[in-house]
């Protein structure tokens, strides 16, 4: 991906948010924003044929695969129960960049402003990547529905679709430090356009 950057996000106030100085992502809650998707965080994950492949696969890869998963749950759900799935001390370094909290607060505060904006957030794993016994490496699909004001683009009902690769590395079985590329102009380019 030529265009593709760094997730930069920085806390400006409680409920806003602006994501890196070109795009202008912000986020202010509205009393009739649906914060939670009426579907199960599970269900919102899917696996390419070869991702599930290697999930039934019952090795080491399997495992770090199945933390990897249960992450991700965790990122849909509800963002105070990330602490069964990631490490308190966890390091988001494309968060930490633009001064978000280092550690789970940081990862919270984030998670639930996105979680705002696109409550509907779909997954689909397309390919993962290993390296040594605590690293993966994933190419997700991300589809969602935007509500709410993002990259400084009132969305009203707008269908994303963006590419996310993330790189985490795993500790005793939660996500201890990570590494999320994503590219925002496109997204900005797709919420810019009319709903049809």
Known sequence: MCCTARLIVAMKTAGRFTVSSNSGM???PRKEDNFMSATPAPQRIELSPAVRAVLEADRPNSQLL???LRYLE???ADPAGLDSAVTP????HELEGIGYPRGLEG???FRKQVNAVIPDEHILITAVRFEGDDIIEADMDM???ARGELMGVLA????IRFDVHARSRFMDG???ERWDQVDFEDIKRQLTRPIQ
């Open 174 to 176: 939660k996500m201890a």
């Open 89 to 92: 001390d966890v390091r988001c």
């Open 143 to 145: 589809s969602a529905t």
């Open 74 to 76: 965790a990122l849909l």
């Open 156 to 159: 009203t009902g707008q269908k």
């Open 26 to 28: 912000q986020h202010t």
């Open 107 to 109: 990862l919270r505060m």
């Open 66 to 68: 199945n933390y990897f």
